[in-house]
């Protein structure tokens, strides 16, 4: 007999149950750099980034810790990895995108904006953004996940649900999947929110950034982030914890096995 509540359970499992059809990867930067590097390769594409301030040190990213080489390590005040505006970043809009990578803050960082991802300068405008929230403000160490609007109330936010400046490595993929924005951070679903009338992840051309907003600065480890043009799939438990597709692939895999 199937009660209820198996009944959503099964239900929830079946609506984020989707195909990766039409999901292409489009770039990865491993960060894999030797000390003082000025460039930053995408090793999937040609997407190469120029890094100014910016360490490069062994990672302790991965669910072992392992396979993952070098991370970059940004100082939170001149750190940062810019794109030439001649580089052909993807322009979204309302369409589907996914991008995922590992992440570490040391303990109680964020007692500023902690910008991790920015395409696109304006938070009130077209674009998007993953960024850890200043702790004594609305989005508390939390890590957010933005998609822009022509007015900062037509915004897509998604919050994860635990603070995320705990000195510890994390996950995270952000999703756009049929005008939802989804967050995951080590492999659960934190949440999903609908695109309004004007949501757009459309940016201009040389308003990519990795560590840096216009105010604000990373000061932290980021590795092994990868772009790709679609919605990946996952299915996800009763506790919402990814528990197949390649979301959950993603997130268990080494660089070596992740595509």
Not at 162 to 183: E, T
Request: no cysteine; net charge neutral; proline share 3%.
């Amino acid at each position: 007999m199937i009660t209820r509540k198996s009944f959503l359970t099964l239900l929830s499992a079946a609506a984020l149950s989707v195909s990766a059809h039409g999901s292409t990867l489009l770039s990865t930067w491993a960060f894999d750099e030797e000390p003082g590097a000025e460039k930053v390769r995408d090793s999937t594409n040609t997407r190469h980034g120029i890094a100014a301030d910016v360490d490069f040190d062994k990672s302790g990213a991965g669910i072992d810790g392992k396979g993952f080489g070098k991370a970059a390590v940004f100082n939170g005040q001149t750190s940062k990895i810019v794109f030439n505006p001649a580089v052909n970043w993807p322009r979204f809009d309302r369409g589907d995108f996914t991008v995922t990578g590992w992440f570490q803050l040391p303990k109680n960082e964020a007692r500023e904006d902690r910008p991790l991802i920015v395409a696109g300068k304006n938070r009130n405008k077209s674009g998007w953004a993953l960024q850890v929230g200043r702790a004594d403000r609305t989005r508390k160490g939390q890590l957010f996940f933005a998609v822009g609007g022509a007015v900062e109330k037509e915004v897509v936010l998604v919050l994860s649900k635990k603070r995320v400046d705990d000195g510890a490595w994390h996950w995270f993929a952000a999703v756009v999947r049929d005008q939802v924005g989804h967050l995951y951070v080590d492999g659960v679903l934190q949440g999903s929110v609908p695109f309004n009338s004007k949501t757009s992840a459309n940016h201009d051309a040389g308003e990519v950034s990795f560590g840096a907003s216009d105010s604000s600065a990373y000061n932290g480890w980021l590795d092994h982030i990868q772009l790709y043009d679609g919605a990946l799939s996952g299915v996800v438990d009763s506790e919402q914890k990814l528990i197949s597709g390649k979301l959950y692939e993603a997130w268990q895999s080494a660089p070596a096995s992740v595509h």
